[in-house]
């Protein structure tokens, strides 16, 4: 079943719809929206159901009125309440009981990126968050609306947090909304620096200079804690909304 959120839902939590909403915010002034695609979801905690978004509408016009919730049947996607393409998401919930929330966009550095065959490197400090954590998926499969698909996605995804979809854009998924639009925002941006990296020639990462592999986990491990999440997720919050 989906429905329009009523009082006592969002009353009961507020705490996500308030940073469920904030993502779109994020993700749109980061240039990561797509108009009609792309999306967001969050698992409501220890169910089957997730908030997602009216089908149809773009990152700048999601506000309140346009959240929905919806059960992993997604029945209601056939009624356009939310977009079919949930159904990936919905595999990967199933798959990785630790995601609690899923962004997926298609920003023009991304594809670009993608599109030049470039393979993944941290190159800037912040960028080691994803250190071992991005998947090349490099077939095309379609328009992506099926949860046989998504298991795919999962198969392939394995533990990690990003799956760059070649000539498409990437997924990112988190413990949190905070957690997984951290990730495709650095992404994102390190796709950027990348890119002209690669335009001045062979891209040197930080793999390349460390001697010992283990500061490059402890960096990461560092990065992700949620201390470190909030504290980037409130700053984006403010230049969001500025
Ligand atoms: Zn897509």
């Not at 329009?4 to 915010?25: E, I, M, P, R």
């Not at 929206?33 to 978004?53: M, P, W, Y």
């Not at 968050?129 to 999962?154: C, N, P, R």
């Amino acid at each position: 079943m989906s429905y329009l959120l009523d009082a006592k839902t969002l009353d009961l939590h507020s705490a996500l719809v308030s940073d469920f909403l904030a993502g779109f915010s994020i993700l749109d002034q980061d240039g990561q929206n797509s108009g009609i695609a792309g999306h967001i979801t969050a698992r409501i905690k220890d169910s089957e159901q997730v908030l997602g978004h009216q089908y149809g509408l773009a990152f700048d016009e999601v506000d309140e009125q346009a959240v929905r919730l919806t059960d992993f049947d997604l029945e209601e996607a056939a009624q356009g309440q939310v977009s079919p393409s949930l159904a990936f998401h919905i595999a990967l919930y199933r798959a990785r009981p630790d995601i609690g929330a899923i962004v997926h966009t298609h920003p023009d550095q991304v594809i670009a990126f993608s599109a030049a065959n470039g393979q993944f490197i941290p190159v800037f400090q912040s960028a080691l968050m994803l250190h071992d954590q991005v998947v090349h998926y490099t077939d095309y499969d379609g328009i992506v609306e099926s949860e046989a698909l998504g298991e795919k996605f999962a198969r392939h995804l394995g533990d990690r947090q990003i799956l760059l979809l070649k000539n498409h854009g990437l997924i990112s998924v988190g413990r949190s909304v905070r957690h997984a639009v951290c990730a495709a925002v650095i992404f994102h941006q390190n796709c950027h620096i990348q890119l002209e990296a690669m335009k001045a020639g062979s891209v040197q990462g930080f793999s390349d200079m460390a001697d010992d592999p283990d500061i490059l986990l402890q960096a990461s491990a560092f990065l992700n804690r949620d201390r470190i999440i909030d504290m980037r997720w409130d700053q984006l919050v403010r230049r969001a909304l500025a």
